[in-house]
């Protein structure tokens, strides 16, 4: 029997962040337990708060059944809430709000709501693998724009071929920015809502990073328009709460109903207990305070020790990555390999795996990214092995 893949699964490569699982495990072979930036994988605990009142909420919810579609009312009147104290943002609960499964469920899916065959989607390069990886399964085209140093990390609009331009359904944005850790202006935030409003674009704003910074409070594009636009939020960096695969979109109620729709098609919800154990957590700010302050050590512990071995500075405001620019000889993927030899055994994300060649470069070549989750005991180790080198 000749099983074969389809035509979609044919035009994806691997995960990135599964060749990164890879080195690892040959360095483990080897018998080094390497110290490990690759993922951007919270490793301390879920706060203990949160896990207790998931627990309690099993027994709550023991007659429960089915989870609702879109998100329980409670849950997303404590969504409302949250949003309103954050950006002073009033979201309607019933009309403007819709749980995910977690960021990547949500970003991989909207697009079957929007995208019909040869319509193009404009995202990020480097950006989240599903921003591109759903628009192929949705039978649109990626269109990358490139986010460089000399525009800080910003998209130029401008610049997008009108051709493209008139054939795009969805602008993907990403601020706090993973890998780069840049942050958009207001200003910015007002070009992107404008451009998708001359040109029948909807703008789909990734924030799943808005609460880890370290300075500025970022801001969400909700606090320009809810016209046209919707943002991604998820729990899993800024709770901790990876394994729990919680989120949600919020934003213009034309858009979450067509979302929605989508949704009951798709899947059966979040687990209600999850989904209680996700307001308690949006409930407290105490623990993410906390989350900043240790996140801010390791940053400045990593980026300290970067630039004693030579390197530039590269000190992001906000997310939990560092983008490190590595010396004009090298490029990130040799960068990489010289932080594996055993005497280091740091691992990292070469940019390069994270980025497309697009307009003629991969502007991820000459990176490398740090994804800041190891311990403080751990970051200080590799601080000590990294002090050691010479670039």
Known sequence: MNIQPSKRVQSIGSYAFADVDEQVAKLKKAGITPIDFGVGDPKEPTPGSIRNY???????????????????????????EWTKKRFNVSVNPDKEICSTIGAKEGVFNFHEGFVNPGDYVLMPNPGYPPYEIGTLFAEGKPYFYNLEAENNFLPNLADIPGEIVKKAKILWINYPNNPTGAMATKEF?????????????????????????????????????KEG?????????????????????????NIIKIFKKVKTNIDSGTPTFIQDAASAALSDEVHVEEARKEYRKKRDIMVNALKSAGLEDCTPPATIYIWQKVPDRM?????????????????????????RQAHGKNPGENYVRFAIVPSIAECKQAAERIQKLSF
Not at 56 to 79: F, H, N, Q
Not at 205 to 222: F, M, N, Q
Not at 241 to 247: F, P
Request: proline share 3%; net charge neutral.
């Open 229 to 253: 636009t919707i943002a991604v939020q998820s729990l899993s960096k800024r709770s901790r709460m990876t394994t729990y695969r919680v989120g949600w979109m919020m934003g213009d109620e």
């Open 189 to 225: 935030l007002k070009e992107a809502v404008d451009f998708g409003h001359d040109n029948n674009i909807v703008v789909a704003s990734d924030e799943c990073y808005t609460e880890l910074y370290y300075g500025e409070k970022p801001l969400s594009i909700l606090e320009v328009s």
């Open 331 to 355: 490029n990130g993927v040799d960068f990489a390999k010289r932080l594996l030899q055993k005497e280091v055994a740091v691992v990292t994300t070469p940019g390069a795996w994270i980025s």
């Open 54 to 80: 998931c627990k309690r909420a099993l027994d709550k919810r023991k007659d429960a059944g089915y989870p609702s579609y879109i998100g329980d009312k409670s849950y997303r009147e404590t969504i409302a």
